[in-house]
C-alpha cells in the first residue's frame, strides 16, 4: 500500500477516534517518531565476571534497545564474561554475547533484538530427536495477543528440529504437519512482541495455542520503538512477570499480576488484593495484612504514600481505585531499609499502567444487576443537586454565607427568618427505582516526540454509578432488667439507600532524554460523591421470645417483646447525607545510571491534595410520645402515623427512654464539615555497584503533612430555649416557663417534615420552634507531621550469587503536632484546648538474606525494627457522632507510638522452566510488639446512647503465622482441557495475643481478687484467610474463565475494656450490675466469585462476571460475657411469667451485601 492510501486510511482512523476522546476529554495530537538504527549506534559498556543474562540485562538498560530472550534458554549458557567494549556497535556486543553458545540473533525492524536457539545444536546442549514411533503427526493451534486474544496473522512459527517453519493465517492460525513423534522447540515471533520458545513433546497430533507478549520484558522498562510500527496492542505485568520479581526480590515479597486480574471478578484494588497471600479486607476497603488492621499497613501509590481518605482512621480506601488502571500489587512483608519504618504489618505498593510507546485506544462498558437493590421501587433517595451525577454536589448543599465560615467559631446572630430562606428546605425522603450499575472505562496509549526525544503517554478515564440498597437488622445490649437478671436489647431495622458516582482519571508520562536516563510524570485524580438515606427505627429494652430450638446465630426470624414501663419504645431516625471526596495524587521522578551503569539515581518529588467533605447531613428524630408541659403520652396510633419529634430529655422518672435526647442532637441537626489534607515528599535513592558482588544504596524522604478539620452544627429545638440554646431549669417541663407554645408545632410529626423548614414553624418569638448554632472550637482541629528519614544500606552477593545479603540502618525523625479542644463538663460551658506535640526518633535496623541453593529453589530469612505511630484523627480530641453506625468517634491524646520486632522465613520453589508461572512456598513469621495500638468501645448500659469508639495502647503483643502459596498448572491430567487449567491457593494462619490492664476509668471497683491484666486476641486480627481460585486459559478460542473462593475468619471489630452485665444474689434477692457493652467481633464469612471472559471479534471482548454468589450474611457480635471470642447466645431460661433469657453473644448488626452481576464489553481500537 501507497504512503498516500496509508495516510487516508490513518485520517480515517484518527477521525473515529477523536470522537472517543473527545466525549472522555482525552484528545491529543499524535505524532510518529523514529529510532536511531542497532546497527549504526555505538556504546561503551563492561562485563566483569557476568552470566549471560546479567550481561543482556546490562545491555538493554545500557542502550534502551529492547532485547526478547527466553530465560531457560539463556540460563543454560554457563559461560562467565568479562570483557570492555569501547564505541561498539550492539551488533558487535551481540556477537561476542552469543559466540560459541546454541543460541542466535535476529534484528526485527532495525528497532529489536531477538535470541533464539540455533537450528542445529552443539553437543553442549542436546536436541532429544529420538523418534518414538515411525508416525507422523500434526502440530496446529492459533497465535494470539497476550492481553486481549486478538489473533496475529502472519506470524513465524518454527519447529526447531523438525526443520519446518510456517506462517499464520489471516486469523491467526498455524499447521506443521508430517512431524515425527519427538521432542522439539517451538519458536514463534512477531514484529513487535516478545519472542515466544517452549518445549513441546510429540506423541500424536497436539494443539498448541501461543499467547504473544507485546513489547514484553521485565518489570518496570519502557518500551521504545517505531510509531508506525503495526502493533496497537497493549501488555502490562504478567504472571510470569510478577513471579520473576518475587524471586528475585531481596525481601519477603507476595504480588499480583495484571494478568490475573483482568481474569477475575474483581473490580476495585480492595477486591484484588485480598487474592494475595496473607492479605484480607475489613469493610470491603481497607487492607490487613497478616491478621494486623488497617492501621498497621502503608500503603503506596506509585511509589507516594497514599493518603487517608477516611475521617476516623488513618486508612486508604482501596475501593477507589478501579482495577483495570492497574498493572500490578506488590505486598512487602518483612522491614527493608529503603521501605518506610512504620509498616508493622506490611506495605502494598500498587503501581498503575504505564505509558506505552504503542497507538492504542480501548474502551469498556459494564453494567450490573445487584440482588435486592436494581429496579428495587422503594430505594430512598432526597433532592440532590443537579451536578450530583458528576460526584459533586454544585453548591445546593454548601454552607449558606450568611453563617460565618468554615474556621470561624462565631455562632450565627441571624433571625429564624433568615435560616428559612437561606437553608434548604428539604427534610424528606421518597422513592425511586433503582437503576442498574454503570461503569464506563477508557485508556489510551500514544507517543510523541519534543526536542527530538521520545515522550510516552497513557491517558484513563474511568465513570461509575452504583446504588445498593442494605437492610439492616441490630441488637445491642441495653441498660434494663426485669428485676430478675433477665438480659434485654436495643433493637433496631434500618434501611440505607447509597448511590454512588465515582471518577477517576490516571494521566502518566515517561520521556526519554538518552539511553541512561529517563523522567516521569504521573497523575492520579479522583472526585467521589456518596448520597446517602436511611431510616432507622429501634426498640428498646427487648428480650427474645423463644426456647431452646431458637436459632441465635442471626437476627432474622428472632421475635422480640418489650418489658413495658408506660411509655412507647420505638423511635426513628432519619439521615439524609452526602459525602464527596477528592483526591489529586501526583509525582515528578527520574532514574539516571551513570559509570557504565554501575552508579544509579532514582528521585521523587510527589504532592498529594485530598479533601473530604460532608455538606448539610440532615438528621430528624421522632419517637411515639409528646410532652405538653406534663408527663409522657403515648399516641396510641399505629406505627407508621405514629412517629413525633423527639423532645428533649427532661429528668424524672416517666422519662428515662428518652435521655438520649439531648439538646446538642435536636429535634433536627444539621452539620456541615470539611477535611482538608497535603502532603509533599521528596526522596532520593542512590545506588553503587562497588564490584560485582558489593553494591551500597543510600537514600533519603522527607514528608511534610497538614490536615486541616472544621465543623459548623445547627440544630432545631423548642423555642422556650435561652439565646444560647439551653433551658433556663434543666428540670423544667417544655413550656413551662409560662409563655404560649404552639405544641402543634413543637410535635411535628414526619408528614410534616415538608412544611417544618417555614416561618410557620421556626419563630423568632420562641413559641414554637427555633434553629441554634452550636459550633463551639471542639468543632475542629489542626495538625501537622514532619518526618525526616535516611537509610544505608549493603547488598551482598558472595558465593557467585547463591547467597544474597540486603540489610542496612533506617533512621526517622517525626514530630506530630495537633491541636483541638474539648468541651466543658457543663453543656454550654469553656471548651478545654489540647495540644499534642509528639517527636520520636527511631533507629530501625534490618536484614534480609536470601539463599538460592539452586535456580529453583530460594530459602528466605528477615529480621528488622519498624515503628507504628498514631494518626492525626486518633490523637485529636475531636469527637464526631458517625451516624451511619450509631457510634460516637473521638481520639486519644495521650496514645503512644507502638514498636515491633519482625522475623520471617520461607522457603520458595520455581519450576525449572517457569513458563505456566508455577510457584509453592512456606512462609513463618513472628512479630513482638510494645504498646500497640487498637481500637476500643465504651458504654455504660445504664446510661445508655451511642457506643463511644476511641484508641488506646495494649501493654505488649506477639504475632505467629504460617503462609502457604501455591500456584500450579494442571496440565500434568492427561485430558486437553487441564493444559489450559491452573490452580492458585494461598492459606494464613495466624495466632495472636495481646496482654492489656484493666482500665479502671471504665471498670470503677474491680475486683482485688482478680489478676490487674487481661489476654486476648489483638483487635483486627483473624486467626486463619483461605484464597483458593482456578483459573481457565484457552488462547485458541480466547475463553477466559476463573473461579475464586475466599474465607476469612472472625476478628475483633473494636475491643471492649470493661464489665459484663451480671447478676448477684442477696440472699434471695437479685442485684443487677448493669455492665458494659461487649466487644464487637466480625464474623467470618466466605466469599464466592466467577467471571468468564470471551473474545467475540479480533477487538471485543465480553466479560460476564459474579461476584459475592453465596450472598452470606456480614455479621458482628457482642461479647457480651467478655470472653473476647464469639460464644453463640442461647435461650437458658423458659417456662415462667417471664418468658425466655439468653446466655453468650447476641449478633449485634447483620446484613447481606447482594449478590453483583455484571456484564462488560471491552473494544479495542
Not at 1118 to 1132: C, S
Amino acid at each position: 500500500m501507497k504512503n498516500g492510501s496509508i495516510h487516508h486510511v490513518y485520517r480515517i482512523l484518527l477521525k473515529r477516534k477523536c470522537f472517543f476522546l473527545s466525549s472522555l476529554f482525552l484528545l491529543y495530537a499524535i505524532f510518529g517518531f523514529s529510532q536511531d538504527g542497532i546497527k549504526t549506534i555505538k556504546y561503551n559498556i563492561s562485563f566483569s565476571d557476568n552470566s549471560l543474562v546479567e550481561c543482556i540485562d546490562a545491555l538493554q538498560k545500557q542502550s534502551g534497545v529492547r532485547i526478547f530472550y527466553d530465560a531457560a534458554e539463556v540460563n543454560k549458557v554457563k559461560k562467565r564474561y568479562a570483557k570492555s567494549f569501547n564505541q561498539a556497535t550492539l551488533k558487535v556486543i551481540t556477537d561476542y554475547l552469543l559466540d560459541d553458545t546454541p543460541l542466535t540473533y535476529d534484528i526485527m525492524d532495525d528497532k529489536k533484538i531477538v535470541i533464539r536457539r540455533r537450528a542445529q545444536m552443539t553437543d553442549a546442549y542436546p536436541q532429544n530427536k529420538t523418534a518414538l514411533s515411525d508416525e507422523l503427526f500434526t502440530l496446529k493451534g492459533r497465535v494470539v495477543d497476550f492481553e486481549t486474544s486478538a489473533p496475529l496473522p502472519g506470524a513465524s512459527v518454527k519447529l526447531t528440529g523438525a526443520s519446518r517453519s510456517v506462517a499464520s493465517d489471516s486469523k491467526g492460525y498455524y499447521a506443521i504437519s508430517d512431524v515425527k513423534a519427538g521432542e522439539y522447540t517451538l519458536e514463534v515471533t512477531y514484529i513487535g512482541y516478545s519472542a515466544f520458545t517452549e518445549p513441546v513433546t510429540l506423541h500424536n497430533s497436539l494443539i498448541f495455542d501461543v499467547r504473544m507478549l507485546a513489547g514484553g520484558g521485565a518489570l518496570g522498562e519502557i518500551v521504545v520503538s517505531a510509531a508506525g510500527r503495526k502493533v496497537h496492542n497493549v501488555t502490562h505485568a504478567t504472571d510470569r512477570n510478577v513471579l520473576e520479581s518475587i524471586k528475585s526480590a531481596q525481601s519477603v515479597v507476595s504480588g499480583i499480576s495484571s494478568q490475573q486480574i483482568a481474569m477475575s471478578a474483581d473490580r476495585n484494588v480492595a477486591e484484588v488484593v485480598k487474592r494475595i497471600s496473607g492479605v484480607t479486607i475489613k469493610d470491603d476497603k481497607f487492607v490487613i495484612i497478616r491478621g494486623m488492621n488497617e492501621r498497621y499497613n502503608l500503603t503506596y501509590l506509585n511509589g507516594n504514600i497514599a493518603p487517608s481518605t477516611e475521617l476516623y482512621s488513618r486508612a486508604f480506601s482501596l475501593d477507589l481505585l478501579p482495577s483495570r488502571i492497574i498493572d500490578r500489587i506488590m505486598v512487602y512483608k518483612s522491614p527493608a531499609p529503603d521501605l518506610m519504618g512504620d509498616m508493622t504489618g506490611g506495605a502494598v505498593k500498587i503501581f498503575t499502567k504505564d505509558a506505552k510507546a504503542v497507538k492504542h485506544f480501548d474502551v469498556e462498558l459494564q453494567m450490573g444487576y445487584r440482588s435486592a437493590t436494581t429496579f428495587n421501587g422503594q430505594f430512598m433517595t432526597y433532592q440532590g443537586s443537579n451536578t450530583d451525577f458528576l460526584g459533586f454536589d454544585n453548591g445546593v448543599r454548601k454552607l449558606p454565607s450568611v453563617v460565618p465560615g468554615y474556621g470561624d467559631f462565631t455562632r450565627a446572630g441571624i433571625s429564624q427568618k433568615d435560616y428559612v430562606q437561606n437553608f434548604s428546605p428539604y427534610l424528606q425522603y421518597g422513592y425511586k427505582t433503582a437503576l442498574p450499575m454503570m461503569q464506563l472505562t477508557a485508556n489510551y496509549y500514544n507517543t510523541f516526540k519534543i526536542s527530538g526525544k521520545s515522550l510516552g503517554m497513557l491517558s484513563s478515564l474511568s465513570y461509575k454509578t452504583e446504588s445498593q440498597q442494605l437492610n439492616i437488622d441490630r441488637a445491642g445490649s441495653f441498660w434494663g432488667s426485669d428485676g430478675n437478671g433477665r438480659r434485654t436489647h436495643e433493637t433496631a431495622r434500618e434501611s440505607q439507600s447509597l448511590e454512588t458516582v465515582q471518577l477517576n482519571l490516571l494521566q502518566n508520562f515517561t520521556y526519554k532524554l538518552r539511553d541512561s536516563s529517563r523522567l516521569f510524570f504521573k497523575n492520579y485524580l479522583l472526585q467521589q460523591g456518596q448520597s446517602t438515606t436511611v431510616v432507622r427505627t429501634t426498640r428498646s429494652n427487648q428480650y427474645v421470645v423463644g426456647d431452646s430450638t431458637t436459632d441465635l446465630s442471626h437476627l432474622t426470624g428472632i421475635n422480640w417483646k418489650e418489658l413495658v414501663y408506660g411509655y412507647n419504645p420505638y423511635e426513628r431516625n432519619i439521615i439524609l447525607g452526602y459525602t464527596q471526596r477528592f483526591l489529586y495524587a501526583g509525582n515528578l521522578g527520574g532514574e539516571h545510571y551513570f559509570t557504565k551503569g554501575k552508579q544509579q539515581l532514582e528521585w521523587n518529588l510527589g504532592y498529594t491534595f485530598s479533601r473530604q467533605q460532608i455538606p448539610d447531613q440532615r438528621v430528624i428524630r421522632f419517637n411515639q410520645n409528646r410532652q405538653d408541659g406534663g408527663g409522657v403520652q403515648g399516641l396510641g396510633q399505629t406505627q407508621d402515623l405514629g412517629w413525633v419529634a423527639s423532645y428533649r430529655y427532661i429528668k424524672g422518672p416517666d422519662d428515662i427512654e428518652n435521655r438520649n435526647n439531648n439538646l446538642e442532637r435536636g429535634m433536627i441537626s444539621r452539620t456541615w464539615s470539611r477535611n482538608n489534607e497535603h502532603v509533599y515528599n521528596g526522596a532520593i535513592d542512590y545506588t553503587n555497584k562497588l564490584t560485582s558482588w558489593i553494591t551500597l544504596k543510600a537514600g533519603t524522604y522527607q514528608q511534610w503533612k497538614s490536615r486541616v478539620l472544621f465543623r459548623r452544627a445547627y440544630t432545631v429545638n423548642e423555642g422556650d430555649l435561652n439565646s444560647a440554646g439551653y433551658p433556663e431549669n434543666e428540670n423544667a417541663n417544655i413550656g413551662s416557663n409560662g409563655r404560649y407554645m404552639d405544641f402543634n408545632k413543637v410535635f411535628f410529626t414526619e408528614q410534616d417534615l415538608g412544611k417544618v423548614w417555614s416561618n410557620d414553624y421556626l419563630r423568632d418569638d420562641g413559641s414554637a420552634l427555633k434553629v441554634f448554632d452550636r459550633t463551639s472550637g471542639n468543632d475542629a482541629y489542626t495538625a501537622t507531621e514532619q518526618l525526616n528519614a535516611g537509610y544505608a544500606a549493603l547488598s551482598l552477593l558472595p558465593f557467585q550469587g547463591k547467597l544474597d545479603i540486603y540489610g542496612g540502618l533506617r533512621l526517622e525523625y517525626d514530630r506530630q503536632k495537633v491541636a483541638g479542644a474539648i468541651p466543658g463538663s457543663i453543656p454550654g460551658s469553656i471548651n478545654h484546648p489540647v495540644l499534642v506535640d509528639n517527636k520520636t526518633t527511631n533507629y530501625l535496623p534490618s536484614v534480609n538474606i536470601s539463599y538460592h541453593p539452586s535456580r529453583q529453589f530460594v530459602v528466605r530469612a528477615a529480621y528488622g525494627k519498624t515503628v507504628n505511630r498514631p494518626e492525626f484523627r486518633e490523637l485529636s480530641p475531636y469527637r464526631e457522632l458517625d451516624q451511619l453506625n450509631n457510634q460516637t468517634v473521638g481520639g486519644n491524646h495521650l496514645l503512644k507510638p507502638a514498636n515491633a520486632t519482625n522475623y520471617d522465613t520461607r522457603i520458595e520453589w520455581y519450576p525449572k522452566n517457569n513458563d505456566k508461572a508455577e510457584t509453592f512456598s512456606v512462609g513463618f513469621f513472628y512479630k513482638a510488639l510494645t504498646n500497640p495500638i487498637e481500637r476500643m468501645i465504651t458504654r455504660d448500659l445504664f446510661f445508655g446512647g451511642p457506643a463511644s469508639i476511641s484508641f488506646g495502647n495494649a501493654d505488649k503483643a506477639t504475632i505467629k503465622g504460617l503462609e502457604i502459596d501455591l500456584r500450579k498448572n494442571l496440565g500434568f491430567i492427561p485430558l486437553p482441557f487441564f493444559r489450559n487449567l491452573s490452580f492458585i491457593g494461598n492459606l494464613s494462619i495466624i495466632k495472636s495475643e495481646v496482654t492489656k490492664r484493666l482500665d479502671t476509668l471504665v471498670l470503677k471497683n474491680p475486683d482485688p481478687a482478680v489478676n490487674p491484666h487481661y489476654t486476648r486476641q489483638l483487635q483486627g486480627q483473624a486467626p486463619y484467610a483461605v484464597n483458593l481460585g482456578l483459573y481457565y486459559d484457552n488462547a485458541g478460542t480466547g475463553t477466559k474463565l476463573a473461579l475464586s473462593w475466599n474465607k476469612v475468619g472472625p476478628r475483633i471489630y473494636a475491643a471492649a475494656n470493661g464489665a459484663p452485665f451480671s447478676v448477684k444474689y442477696q440472699g434471695t434477692v437479685p442485684v443487677v450490675i448493669q455492665g458494659n457493652q461487649g466487644s464487637l467481633i466480625e464474623l467470618e464469612r466466605e466469599m464466592l466469585d466467577l467471571a468468564l471472559t470471551q473474545r467475540i471479534i479480533k477487538s471485543l471482548q465480553v466479560k460476564f462476571s459474579a461476584q459475592n454468589i453465596l450472598n452470606q450474611p456480614l455479621r458482628i457480635a457482642e461479647d457480651e460475657n467478655f470472653t473476647y471470642k464469639y460464644e453463640k447466645a442461647f435461650i437458658k431460661r423458659t417456662g415462667d411469667a417471664y418468658q425466655s433469657d439468653t446466655n453468650g453473644d447476641m449478633i449485634s448488626s447483620e446484613y447481606k451485601a447482594g449478590a453483583h452481576f455484571i456484564l462488560s464489553m471491552t473494544y479495542s481500537f
